[in-house]
């Protein structure tokens, strides 16, 4: 697969998982993460083992968060990276190392 086309499966899985508002949640079986769905209901999604770190805790319920602000600075970059090659087409629309 290339970096595109995992890139474009990760946007996929994230829309897929819209709104994407998890949150971390307790109780009497002890700690979990729980999505927020489309109407607003909460959805349980995954129960985190009393062994899991503190880190790994915090990583799992801001999953989606974290994806969506490295996906916005891809795009940031990539936009960043095309502006930059812009001066180098010629006056006649060109690229210059064509």
Same mark, same amino acid.
């Given at each position: 697969?290339?970096?595109?086309?995992?890139?474009?499966?990760?946007?996929?899985?994230?829309?897929a998982?819209?709104?994407?508002?998890?949150?971390?949640?307790?109780?009497?079986? /002890?700690?979990?993460? $729980?999505?927020?769905?489309?109407? /607003? $209901?909460?959805?349980?999604?995954?129960?985190?083992?009393?062994? %899991?770190? $503190?880190?790994?805790?915090?990583?799992?319920? %801001?999953?989606?968060?974290?994806?969506r602000?490295?996906?916005?600075?891809?795009?940031? %970059?990539?936009?960043?990276?095309?502006?930059?090659?812009?001066?180098?087409?010629?006056?006649? /629309?060109?690229? %210059?190392?064509?």
């Amino acid at each position: 697969m290339t970096d595109g086309q995992q890139l474009a499966a990760i946007r996929t899985d994230l829309a897929a998982i819209a709104p994407g508002k998890w949150q971390r949640a307790a109780d009497a079986d /002890g700690e979990f993460v $729980e999505a927020m769905g489309d109407m /607003g $209901e909460i959805v349980p999604i995954c129960r985190i083992h009393p062994a %899991a770190s $503190e880190a790994e805790r915090r990583f799992l319920a %801001a999953a989606p968060d974290m994806v969506r602000f490295l996906l916005a600075l891809i795009d940031r %970059a990539a936009d960043t990276v095309r502006r930059l090659r812009a001066p180098a087409e010629g006056q006649d /629309g060109s690229r %210059a190392d064509s």
